[in-house]
């Protein structure tokens, strides 16, 4: 019974510790008070004057991955509204971590688009399309101080660059339906 009790004490520490290294990170402009679930950023993208877009960027935090890899979410709502299809651009997805010092990190990697489909992701008019991106970290989560996501979107012959920015906010819940599944 004692080796039992020893054991149950380990799995108490080790959850312990990948639930402090846990956090969330929220918007630093922006922000969309009536949105549901974690603080977004919106935007009205416009191309060659013409609105044909709402966007909302958000993350649900950065946490360790069941392998021990430090990871991040990115969740993006591209609404439609213009007559033609509007393309996410996920080849272009980049996000750029810092320290508190705001000294770039060594570069994070896009490890997958959910659900699970092609890098181009085409939003037919009228449509609403809900996706999730997620990255690996190139250190723990609470090391980033602050995070960029850069993101296109394409309509007809334009393009719309948009960098949103996200500062680490300890004190805010993670959500755990943002991690990614498990291959």
Same mark, same amino acid.
């Given at each position: 019974?004692?080796?039992?009790? !020893?054991?149950?004490?380990?799995?108490?520490?080790?959850? !312990?510790?990948?639930? !402090?290294? *846990?956090?969330?990170?929220?918007?630093?402009?922006?922000?969309?008070?009536?949105?549901?679930?974690?603080?977004?950023?919106?935007?009205? +993208?416009?191309?060659?004057g013409?609105? +044909?877009a709402?966007?909302? *960027?958000?993350s649900?935090?950065?946490?360790?991955?069941?392998?021990?890899?430090?990871?991040?979410?990115?969740?993006?709502r591209?609404?439609?509204?213009?007559?033609?299809? +509007?393309?996410?651009?996920?080849?272009?997805?980049?996000? *750029?971590?810092?320290?508190d010092?705001?000294?770039?990190?060594?570069?994070?990697?896009?490890?997958?688009?959910?659900?699970?489909?092609?890098?181009l992701?085409?939003?037919?008019?009228?449509?609403?399309?809900?996706?999730?991106?997620?990255?690996?970290?190139?250190?723990?989560p609470?090391a +980033? @101080?602050?995070? @960029?996501?850069?993101?296109?979107?394409?309509?007809? &012959?334009? @393009?719309?660059?948009?960098?949103?920015?996200f500062?680490? &906010?300890?004190?805010?819940?993670?959500? @755990?339906? !943002?991690?990614?599944?498990?291959?």
């Open positions: 019974m004692p080796h039992r009790l !020893a054991a149950l004490v380990a799995v108490g520490f080790a959850c !312990a510790a990948c639930g !402090a290294e *846990a956090t969330s990170f929220r918007p630093v402009d922006r922000s969309d008070p009536d949105r549901a679930g974690p603080p977004s950023a919106a935007y009205e +993208v416009h191309i060659a013409q609105l +044909v709402q966007a909302h *960027a958000w649900s935090g950065g946490y360790m991955s069941s392998g021990g890899e430090p990871m991040t979410h990115v969740g993006f591209i609404v439609n509204r213009s007559a033609g299809p +509007v393309i996410f651009d996920g080849d272009a997805l980049e996000l *750029a971590a810092f320290d010092d705001s000294t770039r990190l060594p570069a994070t990697r896009l490890t997958s688009i959910t659900p699970l489909g092609p890098s992701i085409v939003i037919q008019p009228a449509m609403t399309t809900l996706f999730a991106t997620y990255f690996l970290l190139p250190v723990r609470r +980033v @101080e602050t995070m @960029e996501v850069r993101w296109t979107l394409h309509a007809g &012959d334009g @393009e719309y660059h948009q960098i949103t920015g500062v680490r &906010d300890d004190d805010a819940p993670v959500a @755990e339906h !943002a991690r990614q599944p498990e291959p």
